[in-house]
């Protein structure tokens, strides 16, 4: 890709970057050594390339430091405020999609703090469980998709995660158990 990309006016965007770009560690086993020197030769050529490079990651803790060094400019982008969260249910509940009255995008901004990404893939999950249903759209699903959302995560859940939504999720999931 390097090759490919030398004296043309190219962008590299690595997207995902901790997983080539981690950090080089103690050499226990020939492997070892040999992804350390991976990181070091993909260090070489980034350092070399004429163009921007971009890289991406939500684990910037696993970079290893030697890029870090290397970048011109670090940008992060903060989990978005209620307003921000507000907007991006709006943006991602399918428009022609019927909701009930009471699945407001600015009580859902409000509420419930989660990540872009996250709304995203809620609203999603939320637009396939009322289609399947053949239902509108219902606080009792939100409730569902981002409790489901949340459990990517992994570690402990908790049902205050979903605020004044976490007795939705507790009726779902009697409806399911009968």
């Avoid at 560690?25 to 992804?35: H, L, T």
């Amino acid at each position: 890709m390097f090759d490919a990309a030398n004296d043309r006016d190219i962008v590299l965007l690595f997207d995902e970057a901790d997983s080539l770009f981690g950090k080089r560690g103690e050499v226990k086993e020939a492997r070892d050594r040999y992804a350390n020197m991976e990181v070091s030769h993909l260090l070489s050529r980034i350092e070399r390339h004429q163009g921007p490079c971009i890289l991406t990651s939500n684990l910037r803790q696993h970079l290893d430091p030697a890029f870090a060094r290397r970048f011109q400019m670090v940008i992060e982008f903060p989990r978005p405020d209620a307003a921000a969260r507000s907007q991006l249910w709006r943006l991602h509940i399918p428009r022609r999609a019927p909701r009930d009255q009471d699945v407001d995008p600015d009580y859902l901004g409000r509420e419930l703090s989660l990540t872009g990404g996250q709304i995203r893939n809620a609203a999603l999950h939320v637009a396939f469980l009322a289609a399947g249903e053949a239902s509108v759209i219902k606080l009792s699903y939100v409730a569902r998709a981002v409790w489901t959302e949340l459990a990517k995560e992994g570690g402990e859940m908790m049902t205050a995660s979903l605020g004044e939504l976490a007795h939705y999720l507790q009726e779902e999931v009697v409806d399911v158990a009968y």
